[in-house]
T-cell receptor
């Protein structure tokens, strides 16, 4: 079971770039890395998913080193509305469906004015 | 709008009541999930359905009973709940078990 470790909380200021790193030392060959964002009293929202190297979409980038034992979610120029909890999940959804769906404690990001 | 709709948004019930939570998705997804989120705790996976077959059940008490009549609908039947069952219950769906999930905004359940 690929366990993930993230910082409990982070603080930032508006306009800054925020990088949140997730450790997953026992990631398996077929595992994907997926990040979600959750606001209070709402369900998590998908941000980005990757397997290796770098993935970029309109809201974030995901950096994955060659050994895939960690990954970094990068949020460019954060705003107050990016204050939320960010979750990193690792799994392949096949060999163990629950593996892909295990949310840890996440990282609580606070963006200040 | 995520494409996953949960009803009701809020529910208050006594321990002896029977109620059901409903989840509906019209995204054409083949997998659906129930999660429980208690205050200051991580999301806990409860049930997973893929192509209307249950594929995961994380030792959930029998007072929670899921039902997946078709790929678009998922129910969670509640019976004789305990105060510790008060939580936010989230439904999600995905195209396959490996694809990203789309979550509803949950049902806030309070047990008196």
């Amino acid at each position: 079971l690929a366990k993930t470790t993230q910082p409990i909380s982070m603080d930032s200021y508006e306009g800054q770039e925020v990088n949140i790193t997730c450790s997953h030392n026992n990631i398996a060959t077929n595992d994907y890395i997926t990040w979600y964002q959750q606001f209070p009293s709402q369900g998590p929202r998908f941000i980005i998913q990757g397997y290796k190297t770098k993935v970029t979409n309109e809201v974030a980038s995901l950096f994955i080193p060659a050994d895939r034992k960690s990954s970094t979610l990068s949020l460019p120029r954060v705003s107050l509305s990016d204050t939320a909890v960010y979750y990193c999940l690792v799994g392949d959804g096949q060999s163990n469906a629950g593996n892909m769906l295990t949310f840890g404690g996440g990282t609580r990001l606070m963006v200040k004015p | 709008e995520t494409g996953v709709t949960q009803t009701p948004r809020h529910l208050v019930m006594g321990m002896t009541n029977k109620k059901s939570l409903k989840c509906e998705q019209h995204l054409g997804h083949n997998a659906m999930y129930w999660y429980k989120q208690s205050a200051k705790k991580p999301l806990e996976l409860m049930f997973v359905y893929s192509l209307e077959e249950r594929v995961e059940n994380n030792s959930v008490p029998s007072r929670f009973s899921p039902e997946c009549p078709n790929s678009s609908h998922l129910f969670l039947h509640l019976h004789t709940l305990q105060p510790e069952d008060s939580a936010l219950y989230l439904c999600a769906s995905s195209q396959t078990l490996v694809q990203p999930q789309h979550f509803g905004d949950g049902t806030r359940l309070s047990i008196l």
